[in-house]
């Protein structure tokens, strides 16, 4: 890899602090918890925040602001007139000073996580839901909804977390507390304002400048490249190479999927734009302690398996900002694994909202929760979809309801924490295809233009027309199927992991007899059938509940029931 840049630290930031009449000494324990680099930025008798680095100020005519931002180059040298101002140009989140009024503010894309609770006479708040549940006292309850979501859709709805008493804050909100009462505020979201009026030509032209604005804007020195079969980071790796950038490599990890299929895509696009690469592969004994890492990370709520955490070593060896394309996909609507052309016909009505439920239930179907008892499923795909639904309502109407909607739902409260969490604990992770700037240009291109991966062609004809002919996992005709590569998630070891997890914890009743079947077999040194991915989901649940079984009250599935 190229060499060492000027150290960065890590995009995962650890902030904490409180409204109302706050305990200092328990503000000390949440940030204590959340890491030894955690100091007070902040504090007066209303308000407190902490940090794990030197804070983001601003200063308006009526408003000052002290928080953090999404963007590793900063927000150095830029004038803020208010919070909104800051959350959407400088992505930044953090508290605001208007007069004896004090408020928390989310950035317009909610990437970063904020979690709070409400106890007493105050609103406790911090980006890791662990340190509010051991530094309080008193037990607290299960959220069965956001259990739902998360054993059906793989990550939770709305504004739930696994405990009922803890909350998650969406994009652009804010966070007061008036007459003792934590109070969260949904504020006209700017990416919801985006009318569709362009088409594909002009709109690639507007989309490209801000692209290459945003790469131009990253540190100077190495970067590295996330470079997977797929077409979000094809187009952040040409970005890079047609800048020139110097010390720029791509990494590619070994999915476990069985195959070099990505690593053999990946490899031809970094020789097309002849940038260095590399293969991540993860040790084959060490997945289970990977998969607990990475549930850990992510508080428990992104059901996925642990194929992301090998890239963390061999990245860590340069210090350099890591590139990922989060929500480009989403929001360019490529084709039908998440979007149908009748729900985009259908033009941001309800009918829209459920072709995508349907598509993503689909998609689901076989992972899900299929390991457990049918009734109790059934149970939990209700409560999915009723979610789903009610997170959709609010974009009724809107052209974009489809991305914004897919976007609200899946990647922030799902894959972002895969980028932020379990990325970015360790590493600076940036996203500059997610910058307001961009989304707002990808959202001002017509849904039915967009479909069938139109942008990326315009956006690969500009950078370098090869990329376009390659092979992608993304959409159109399936890439070729590539040779066999060993599976670390199918081996007695993990097998057995799994069958410790699904004995265990108040799941365990409800697990069909045909998974502990499977599992057996596989522990006996059998290979097939292959360990099935919807044994992800119970697995999760009971890590969680071994966690935290001491500060829950009790917790039965027949509630769901």
């Known amino acids: 890899m190229g060499p060492v840049a000027n150290h960065l630290p890590p995009s995962g930031v650890l902030a904490c602090g409180a409204f109302g009449r706050y305990d200092p000494d328990r503000v000390g324990a949440i940030a204590a918890a959340l890491g030894p680099a955690t100091t007070v930025a902040h504090s007066d008798e209303r308000s407190i925040l902490a940090l794990d680095r030197p804070p983001v100020r601003w200063q308006g005519s009526r408003q000052a602001g002290i928080g953090w931002t999404e963007r590793v180059e900063g927000v150095a040298g830029e004038k803020f007139d208010s919070w909104a101002d800051a959350a959407t140009v400088g992505a930044v989140s953090g508290l605001v000073i208007e007069g004896r009024g004090r408020y928390l503010h989310t950035s317009v894309s909610g990437a970063l996580p904020v979690y709070y609770r409400q106890d007493a006479d105050a609103v406790y708040f911090a980006t890791r839901i662990d340190p509010l549940v051991t530094s309080a006292p008193g037990r607290l309850s299960i959220d069965w909804d956001a259990w739902a979501a998360m054993l059906t859709l793989d990550y939770p709805l709305g504004d739930r977390t696994p405990f009922s008493e803890i909350r ?65 980071s094809r187009v952040c790796l040409g970005l890079l190479a047609e800048q020139r950038r110097e010390d720029t490599f791509a990494l590619t990890v070994d999915h476990d999927g069985g ?10 696009i970094a020789d097309i734009l002849r940038i260095p690469h590399e293969v991540a592969t993860g040790a084959p004994d060490g997945y289970w302690s990977d998969m607990v890492t990475r549930t850990e990370r992510v508080d428990y ?27 480009f996909d989403a929001l360019a609507m490529p084709g039908e694994r998440f979007f ?4 985009i016909a259908a033009n941001g009505s309800d009918a829209a909202a459920r072709g995508l439920w349907r598509r993503l239930k689909a998609m689901q ?39 914004l909607t897919f976007y609200r739902t899946r990647l922030a409260r799902g894959i972002a924490l895969s980028v932020h969490r379990i990325l ?53 005709e399936p890439p ?82």
């Open 480 to 561: 070729p199927s590539g040779r066999p590569l060993p599976k670390r998630s199918q081996t007695p070891a993990v097998a057995d992991a799994y069958a410790e997890r699904l004995r265990s914890g108040p799941l365990a009743p409800f697990v069909r007899n045909r998974i502990n079947r499977i599992l057996s077999r596989h522990r006996a040194g059998k290979r097939y059938p292959r360990v099935p991915r919807a044994v992800l989901g119970p697995a999760v649940f009971s890590l969680w509940h071994e966690r935290y079984r001491d500060r829950l009250r009790e917790v039965d599935p027949k509630d769901v029931l």
């Open 168 to 232: 998650a804050l969406g994009p652009f909100t804010t966070l007061a507390f008036r007459r003792g009462r934590a109070r969260a505020t949904d504020k006209r979201w700017p990416w919801a304002e985006v009318e569709p009026g362009l088409g594909v030509e002009r709109g690639s032209e507007e989309l490209l400048d801000r692209l290459r604005g945003g790469v131009a804007r990253l540190p100077a020195g190495a970067i590295a490249c996330q470079l997977s079969g797929g077409w979000d």
């Open 365 to 403: 179907a076989k992972r899900g929760p299929s390991a457990l008892d049918p009734k109790l499923a059934r149970a939990l795909w209700a409560s999915s979809r009723r979610q789903f639904l009610a997170a959709s309502e609010p974009y009724r109407g809107n052209p974009n309801r489809l991305p």
């Open 340 to 343: 149908t052309r009748d729900a």
């Open 424 to 476: 970015g604990t360790d590493l600076p992770m940036v996203t500059p295809l997610m910058d307001d700037e961009v989304v707002r240009a990808l959202l001002a291109i017509r849904p039915e233009e967009k479909y069938g991966g139109h942008v990326y062609y315009s956006l690969f004809e500009a950078l370098e027309p090869a990329l376009a002919a390659v092979p992608t996992t993304s959409v159109g």
């Open 301 to 327: 709520q992104l059901v996925r398996p642990p194929w992301r955490v090998p890239e963390i070593e061999p990245l860590l060896r340069v210090s350099a900002p890591v590139i990922d394309g989060l929500a």
């Open 259 to 268: 195959t070099d299929r990505e690593i053999v895509i990946a490899a031809e």
